[in-house]
């Protein structure tokens, strides 16, 4: 069975490289900037010196999440299109920045929330009961990885809605990278169970 595409698991390679590229550039081109008290958002708010920068990796990221959400049928329908839709998010929260470094905007916490809450729950959603999938879209690790990531993103717009939280950057940067990179090892493994079922197809044949 084919488990997931090639340009699935391309997307999964780059997926949380980028991620962790796109404020880390950003943020090296902005003297004085501090991952851990300001938000990867803050990078592309209209007032940054280097939005541009930052919003070209968000909208990477969104295209990534389309591609691994077309290309990936590991995942039952439902996840696929609960990550197909937080790749379109990714791109609202891109295009509604906030006005700048001390104002919010109501759109891009929307789409920034949307973003959060449809990350944390596709693994529940791309959960499969038939043995012949691999371990990591069965029921233990979707409802084990969803639980981690439904409270870590809880916990993320709790310190994100309070002003007087001084770690927010931090917070944020564990917890979005953490729902990528999980996105990629999902690619990985069904990946690696497929061409372990390849080659002992070839081999049964060849018997």
């Known amino acids: 069975m084919n488990f997931v595409g090639r340009p699935a698991f391309i997307a999964a390679i780059i997926g949380p490289i980028q ?14 900037y501090d991952h851990v008290t300001k938000t990867i958002s ?7 010196p280097v939005k541009w920068v930052q919003s070209s990796f968000f909208l990477l990221g969104g295209t ?12 039952s329908m439902p996840g696929r299109i609960t990550i197909f839709i937080a790749g379109l998010t990714t791109y609202g ?9 001390v104002s919010s905007s109501f759109w891009h916490r929307v789409f920034a929330i949307a973003t959060f809450v449809l990350m944390s729950a596709w693994p529940l959603l791309s959960m499969r ?5 691999p371990w990591v879209v069965r029921p233990v690790a979707a409802i084990t990885s969803t639980l981690i990531f439904a409270v870590g993103s809880i916990a993320f717009l709790s310190v994100w809605t309070n002003p007087a939280q001084p770690m927010v950057g931090l917070w944020e ?3 979005a990278e953490a729902q990528v990179l999980y996105l990629s090892i999902v690619i990985f493994v ?18």
């Open 19 to 32: 991620a962790v590229m796109g404020w880390l550039v950003a943020g090296s081109l902005w003297p004085g």
């Open 42 to 48: 803050d990078l592309a708010a209209d007032d940054s």
């Open 64 to 75: 990534l999440s389309l591609i691994a959400a077309v290309w990936a049928p590991i995942l």
């Open 93 to 101: 929260l891109t295009f509604f920045a906030t006005p700048s470094q």
């Open 129 to 133: 009961f038939n043995r012949r999938y």
């Open 173 to 175: 940067r564990v917890i």
């Open 190 to 207: 069904a990946w690696r169970h497929q061409q372990d079922d390849a080659l002992a197809s070839r081999g049964t044949a060849g018997t």
